[in-house]
């Protein structure tokens, strides 16, 4: 039996335009109710979320019977991490902090078996090969394994060219929050410049034929983003949406 279709990969590549949430809590039950709502997909949150490999894997367990997509966002691109999270069962990983092609190319390299890559084998022990249930899971693998890089900083736009022409990346998602921090705009993705450069990288993805990514929390910055091609947008995060709604009944009942 070959590695599982990854639905994420090959609606992407169908020309749909998919419909995320952030799954911030790092636990597996909150991933599990996520998971019974119905978006497109849900990114585990390795960068910020509190989570180690062990809380990664219990996430995709929870969500293996999800019509939801899981994506991981992994802390670095370092080789063991992705090798980590991919032999736990990950097929779409997104790397923070990319900012040259030969960052991209060496993520590439790290999320594909040999010859093409470097990722280490060992999937008769690894959940993502179901423990040896897969005998043809190495051997097909490659194909299904999605690779979607974070463009956030300054120097990451200004190679955005580069990294867009680099085979195997999958998909590229502009990072709001980081990127109009490194123009010197902290905590106000809003302001214009930051929202001109946001949305001309998206632009330019859109352009090259990759998919764009991106997020946003509130409808009107959602639809802008989509206007400029976002093929993958995530339009919130779990705590957040807990947040706010707690504060809301709060309000309504604390007199």
């Not at 949150?45 to 999800?66: K, T």
């Not at 999320?111 to 959940?127: F, L, M, N, Q």
């Not at 993805?205 to 802008?224: M, N, Q």
Request: charged share 20%; net charge negative; aromatic share 6%.
């Amino acid at each position: 039996m070959p590695a599982p279709t990854n639905q994420f990969k090959q609606r992407l590549l169908a020309g749909e335009t998919l419909i995320g949430c952030w799954l911030s809590f790092a636990e597996a039950a909150p991933a599990e109710i996520m998971g019974s709502i119905g978006f497109d997909w849900l990114l585990i949150d390795g960068e910020h979320g509190a989570n180690d490999i062990r809380s990664i894997r219990d996430q995709l367990i929870a969500l293996e019977a999800s019509v939801s997509t899981p994506i991981v966002r992994v802390p670095t691109g370092l080789d063991w991490v992705l090798k980590q999270t991919l032999d736990v069962g990950a097929q779409t990983i997104l790397v923070p902090l990319v900012e040259t092609a030969d960052q991209a190319r060496a993520l590439v390299r790290a999320c594909r078996y040999p010859t093409s890559g470097i990722r280490g084998v060992g999937a008769a022990a690894a959940r993502a090969g179901r423990f040896g249930g897969l005998p043809d899971y190495v051997t097909t693998a490659n194909d299904q394994i999605c690779v979607l890089v974070q463009v956030e900083t300054v120097k990451g736009v200004e190679n955005l060219d580069e990294i867009l022409a680099v085979e195997g990346i999958d998909g590229v998602f502009i990072g709001p929050a980081d990127l109009s921090a490194d123009m010197g705009h902290l905590g106000n993705s809003k302001h214009p410049e930051a929202q001109k450069l946001i949305c001309d990288a998206l632009d330019r993805i859109a352009a090259s034929g990759k998919p764009p990514g991106c997020l946003a929390l509130d409808d009107e910055t959602a639809e802008l983003y989509l206007s400029h091609g976002t093929r993958f947008l995530a339009v919130g995060i779990d705590v957040q949406l807990l947040v706010s709604a707690a504060r809301a009944k709060m309000s309504a009942w604390m007199r």
